[in-house]
């Protein structure tokens, strides 16, 4: 029987041992054995009755003491903000066609900051920033229709310092 890095050999052994007292007696072997890890003991004999017990490390394992694993540091988790549609309408990613667009990610952006346009009725309304933070996500697509309320643009507010709202 082999157990974890040690081998476990039985000698005689009758079928009449192997009751209660049986399990009891190979429940305490299993107790010695793991009693037995990370110390220098290569072998033990046992004997009990007629029956003997007989543990033997494996040739080239030499017993260690346990390691502790240094965890890594916890990573930061960005603190999430989204700037949403303030109403239905079309959105856009720059004032014109030919126009660079009013943020990219990785951009950091002031509060008060146009970020986008949205076109509700041949009207087009200016989306203002309500706080400063690094753009991480773009969440949707100029010429998209929008409604009120949807997540536009994904924010790490943690990274940009304190609120200036």
């Known amino acids: 029987m082999v157990i974890g890095t040690d081998t476990v050999e039985f000698g005689q052994q ?3 041992k192997m009751n209660d007292e049986g399990s009891a ?4 072997l299993h107790d010695l054995i793991a009693a037995l890890q990370g110390t220098a003991v290569n072998e033990v004999e046992i004997r009990f009755g007629d029956t003997a017990v007989h543990l033997r490390r ?3 394992v030499i017993p260690q003491a346990p390691v502790e694993v240094a965890r890594a540091p916890a990573e930061r988790k960005p603190s999430r903000a989204a700037i949403q549609a303030p109403l239905n309408g ?14 990219q990610v990785g951009d950091l952006i002031e509060a008060g900051q146009v970020v986008a346009i949205i076109e509700a009725m041949k009207v087009f309304n200016e989306v203002h920033a309500e706080r400063s933070g690094w753009v991480t996500a773009l969440l949707v ?3 998209d229709m929008v409604e009120s309320g949807r997540e536009l643009i994904e924010l790490d507010v943690e990274a940009a310092g304190p609120d200036e709202s």
């Open 14 to 16: 009758s079928d009449k």
């Open 58 to 60: 494996r040739p080239g």
């Open 90 to 103: 079309i959105y856009y990613d720059r004032s014109s066609p030919d126009a660079d667009a009013f943020v």
């Open 25 to 28: 007696w190979l429940e305490g």
């Open 141 to 143: 697509e100029s010429g």
